[in-house]
């Protein structure tokens, strides 16, 4: 299939509509999702008190296609997406789109605008956006009746032009999550909350925020739109711990990477922030589907800069190597563990 004429090299990390996208509906008459299908109207209409729009009832999923090195256009692990989703939509009371429906409209969009996907070598990919909402007019605090679930796709470009270079973040004293809250699912109004500390780091220089945990402070959750790795003293890749940490998929992965392709050790534990501010760890990285890794050199605490060994010049080793490694794995030049690579076409 020819490409798009886009100038793929340049793309930015932005929204272009395509040519077609996935919806499905869910009624509380039928108690059923429908068929679902493939259409050019990019267009939402819904009520003014649309479930979504008075209660934020809606969550959300983002993964890539791309091109491999033998030019096959494949996805990464979309099931382990399937199956967040679904627990996401449980925690909001809302009917969980079913796994096997979800892969299979991830192909549906994916193939049908295969001439969207990047060439490989560009380092853009065809970036997806599964989302659920609640679309019934709901006045009263309730869930909606009625759901509509939908799946866009956008090429965007690399998220690192010109490499990865280490960012500066600052420690905030906002809170991302409560225990027992909704910390650990991928709902919209999870995001919504971290707009306002997001835009004040950025005033003071600072290119994310490191949330510590709610109820004692003490302990390192994640970022606003990612999860945080360190690499210990002794080549320990560890990984916090927490009940209101977003379950990445990609830290999920490179934590598989790491134990079964580097050798390393993992720990998966609470990570107390008094270690990062003792010296303990000499890399630090966030991760998640559009970066894989962004490495951080530098975090300031209240005034008090902490720089990890690895620095501000470059990406530290380990975290070089697990970045690699992952990239490797999804552009078909190191061979993928069983089940990660859905291929498309």
Request: proline share 6%.
């Amino acid at each position: 299939m020819d490409k798009k004429n886009l100038d793929w090299q340049n793309l930015s990390f932005s929204y272009m509509k395509i040519d077609y996208r996935y919806v499905a509906n869910y009624t509380a008459a039928s108690g059923a999702w429908d068929e679902g299908a493939l259409t050019s109207d990019d267009k939402i209409v819904m009520s003014e008190d649309a479930g979504v729009l008075q209660y934020s009832q809606s969550v959300f999923e983002g993964l890539k296609a791309y091109t491999t090195k033998d030019g096959h256009v494949v996805c990464f692990r979309p099931d382990l997406n399937a199956q967040r989703m679904y627990d996401s939509a449980q925690r909001l009371e809302m009917p969980p789109f079913p796994t096997d429906r979800f892969v299979d409209a991830i192909h549906q969009v994916v193939e049908a605008n295969a001439a969207w996907v990047p060439p490989y070598g560009t380092g853009a990919t065809l970036y997806l956006r599964p989302y659920m909402f609640g679309i019934s007019p709901v006045i009263g605090v309730k869930p909606a009746d009625d759901y509509q679930f939908r799946i866009f796709g956008t090429p965007v470009g690399p998220y690192f032009k010109g490499g990865a270079k280490p960012i500066y973040v600052r420690v905030t004293d906002y809170d991302r999550a409560a225990p027992h809250g909704t910390g650990n699912i991928k709902a919209g109004l999870n995001y919504a909350m971290s707009l306002k500390p997001i835009m004040e780091a950025h005033a003071q220089g600072f290119a994310e925020n490191i949330y510590l945990d709610a109820a004692t402070r003490t302990k390192v959750e994640e970022t606003g739109g990612a999860n945080i790795l360190f690499v210990s003293q002794d080549d320990t890749l560890v990984v916090p711990k927490s009940d209101s940490i977003l379950p990445s998929i990609t830290r999920r992965s490179l934590v598989y990477v790491a134990e079964h392709y580097l050798g390393m050790k993992v720990d998966e534990r609470p990570v107390y922030w008094q270690e990062v501010k003792d010296g303990n760890f000499k890399e630090c990285g966030l991760c998640g589907t559009a970066a894989v890794i962004s490495p951080i050199g530098k975090v300031n605490d209240h005034g008090t800069d902490i720089e990890f060994a690895s620095g501000m010049e470059k990406m530290g080793p380990w975290m070089t190597k697990l970045r690699e490694t992952l990239l490797g794995i999804q552009e078909g030049e190191i061979e993928a563990p069983e089940g990660w690579i859905h291929r498309v076409c």
